[in-house]
């Protein structure tokens, strides 16, 4: 009997040295989201809907995501920023999110105008830029060559412009950050649309954000 008891004990006494050495490594697990990480995003430099200058260094220590889009956009847009009000509202109050809106239309797209499209669309977080005030081929080099969002000319329907209906999320450092598809590819940007009927991924981008505010 004080045999097996002994064998308990040692049985016991060796859970817990494991589960004592375990720890450490389960919080550092925790401390690091598990979120592919992209080349580092450009420096830029807009003007925002209020007239404030606005550059990748007001976002540092920041999580954000991005977006392109256009105030007269008769088609999606809209939909899309009704998502991103979503996200606006999720993280409402936090000083470390953001959301950076850049205009494709520059020329059209005023920081007077821009600042009535927020006040129209419920766009108040201190930290969402509606970002503006550079030429158009600059913009156009920022969406497609450092984010590698699509931006462009398009048919006369789209309001004369196209652009891809997703957003890059960003870390504190800079860098593009996505999850992993369930084959274990990074999915590199979040759709903000129901496309072919996948569905958005807003919510997947919720808990994302999340896991970089934590890092």
């Known amino acids: 009997m004080k045999k097996q008891n002994y064998s308990y004990i040692g049985i016991s006494f060796i859970v817990l040295l494991f589960g004592i050495y375990a720890i450490p490594k389960i919080v550092a697990h925790f401390k690091t ?49 009704e998502q991103m009000v979503i996200l606006q509202n999720e993280f409402m109050g936090n000083p470390n999110f953001g959301i950076a809106s850049f205009s494709i ?6 920081p007077a105008q821009l600042k ?18 550079k030429p158009e081929d600059v913009v156009y080099d920022l969406s497609n060559e450092g984010f590698k969002l699509y931006a462009g000319k398009g048919e006369v329907s789209h309001g004369g412009f196209e652009h891809s209906g997703l957003f890059a999320l960003v870390d504190k450092d800079g860098y593009i950050r996505s999850r992993y598809d369930e084959h274990g590819n990074p999915i590199m940007y979040y759709r903000a649309l129901d496309e072919h009927n996948f569905g958005n991924q807003i919510s997947e981008l919720k808990e994302d954000i999340k896991l970089l505010l934590k890092e």
């Not at 420096?43 to 889009?69: H, L, P, R, S, W």
Request: charged residues 20%; glycine residues 6%.
């Open 33 to 81: 989201a598990n979120l592919h990480k992209f080349e580092k995003v450009p420096a830029f430099e807009f003007i925002n809907q209020n007239g404030e200058t606005i550059t990748n260094k007001d976002y540092e220590g920041k999580v954000y995501v991005v977006e392109f889009f256009f105030a007269t956009c008769p088609t999606i847009c809209p939909l899309m920023n």
């Open 116 to 133: 009535e499209y927020a006040k129209k669309h419920g766009i108040n977080h201190k930290n969402w830029h509606l970002l503006t005030g």
């Open 105 to 110: 239309t520059p020329e059209i797209d005023t």
